[in-house]
């Protein structure tokens, strides 16, 4: 039960720091926190974009910044392959040969900015593809698994304060996470794919349908889904707006 | 217990570790081959994630399936004792299991289910999950079962830390992250699936499983052409009708 725990040190922690700037809970807040707490130079967040491959969502410091916009403008990098669907990619030592033939354009300018050692963690349902979490050091080495455990931490909760805020749901300091805990029904997934071909529409379009239909009829997520697995609750085009 | 369907059965588990390795096939495997060399009713298999909640990832039946979350939803139940106490846990008789589990016991008995042995996944110092083996009648699991349960439990777990993750500097945390996400991309094209065909869901799981097998397709891949629409709800069904045999 340690691992729980250390959710919820990571959640206060996220939580006071938005406190002590007065601002609600974001993904910003989540990146400064990660920054502060994880031996890392800097911490990014990008989205898959529509029409961009990428869109940065918050960086801390002037390095993750212009590493993010380093992969967009040359097309090529770690950041871009997760977003792409791979799985995380944990980078000891961008100058170990293996990266500088992987990314022959990235690897040597990543380095001249000042970076030797990348994390880039998918943030994803399933299909759903939301975006990463992408953890920048000014020294090669690797993260040790507990600040690897706490990495992805962070990233499943930048996953749901990126869904929140596209839901326009705002947090503030003190309240808990618990109520997102339902989200690990199956049901969820289920009734996301039936949903998805009822529309004719991408999981990810799906999936915000879902939630935006319980967050309308203020009723819990799993609820909801188990009546769209059940066939009490369609979608239908009438209601797409 | 047959000796000879045993040695197969590692046989047979050893060979998916390599090349193409699919975890949630693997899992679906071990369960399935525990149910039938073990003598037991039904098995069920349940991993933590990076917030140390369990998840549901393969079980035998849909109605242990359905009893495994039942758990998970009341935080009531032997296999959550098992991970939490990172012991072995066990119970002859689930009729007369109410005082220990108010309401997992009458669940378990209006399944069909007496007899509960759950045992945990352990990976050195860390408890990753708990597998837990169910029986129809109230009976005290012979010693060699449990065993040959735990052996099997261990081959799941190094199923998870296979060699060709630390190959790509993975560690077991990441994996264990791909796997539940892998889980739950299943169920994203089980859904995809039900509705498709007007089926339910453990029979849009069927239909997929059947099919990766007949085609030597991994499970998650076909799950991911499911859901992107590369593969379609029609092609599954007619070509796992007219799947040659091999």
């Known amino acids: ?241 | 217990m047959n000796d000879e369907r045993l040695a197969q059965t590692f046989v047979e588990l050893a060979d998916t570790l390599v090349d193409e390795f699919d975890l949630v096939e693997f899992l679906h495997i071990l369960v399935d081959r525990c149910v039938e060399l073990l003598d037991v009713s039904a098995a069920g298999l349940m991993l933590a994630d990076s917030r140390g909640r369990l998840q549901v990832m393969a079980s035998s039946s849909e109605n242990i399936r359905l009893l495994e979350l039942f758990q998970l939803q009341n935080d009531d139940g032997p296999c959550l004792d098992c991970y939490r106490a990172g012991e072995p846990v066990d119970h002859p008789d689930l009729a007369t299991a109410e005082d220990r589990w108010p309401r997992f016991a009458p669940a378990a008995a209006g399944a069909g289910f007496r007899t509960v042995h759950a045992l945990p996944m352990r990976l050195r110092a860390q408890i990753i999950g708990a597998f837990n083996l169910f029986h129809a009648d109230p009976c005290q699991l012979d010693r060699s079962v449990t065993q040959i349960g735990q052996a099997m439990v261990d081959v799941a777990t190094i199923g998870l830390i296979q060699e060709r993750s630390l190959r790509r500097n993975e560690t077991l945390i990441d994996q264990l992250q791909t796997a539940l996400n892998s889980r739950v991309l299943l169920e994203q094209a089980k859904g995809v699936l039900a509705e498709r065909h007007g089926i339910n869901p453990g029979e849009a799981f069927t239909l997929l499983r059947n099919y990766a097998r007949r085609n030597h397709h991994r499970l998650t891949q076909l799950a991911a052409a499911v859901v992107d629409g590369s593969t379609t709800a029609a092609e599954l069904l007619s070509t796992s009708a007219a799947a040659p045999p091999d």
């Open chain 1, 1 to 241: 039960m340690t691992e729980a725990s250390q959710v919820d040190r990571i959640w206060d922690a996220i939580t006071a720091h938005a406190g002590a700037l007065g601002v609600p809970v974001s993904v910003h807040t989540l990146c400064q926190t990660a920054a502060d707490g994880l031996p890392v130079t800097g911490v990014a967040v990008a989205m898959s974009g529509s029409f961009l491959v990428s869109e940065l969502i918050c960086a801390t410091g002037p390095l993750s910044r212009q590493l993010e916009e380093l992969q967009l403008t040359i097309g090529e990098g770690p950041t871009l392959e997760v977003l792409a669907g791979t799985g995380a990619i944990l980078i000891e030592d961008l100058d170990a040969p293996a990266y500088q033939a992987r990314w022959p354009l990235f690897a040597p300018q990543a380095i001249d900015i000042g970076a030797r050692a990348m994390f880039v963690l998918p943030l994803r349902i399933g299909a759903i593809r939301g975006g990463v979490l992408a953890l920048y050091v000014d020294r090669p080495g690797r993260l040790g698994a507990k600040d690897l455990a706490a990495a992805w931490v962070y990233s499943e909760l930048a996953l749901e304060l990126l869904l929140d805020e596209q839901d326009g749901i705002v947090t503030q300091e003190g309240q808990s996470t618990s109520y997102r805990h339902s989200e690990t029904r199956p049901e969820v997934h289920q009734a996301t794919g039936m949903i998805s071909v009822q529309l004719g529409i991408s999981v990810g379009d799906a999936f915000t349908r879902l939630r935006a239909r319980a967050f309308a009829d203020d009723r819990p997520l799993s609820e909801v889904a188990i009546d769209v697995v059940a066939r009490r609750i369609r979608f239908d085009h009438e209601d797409t707006r």
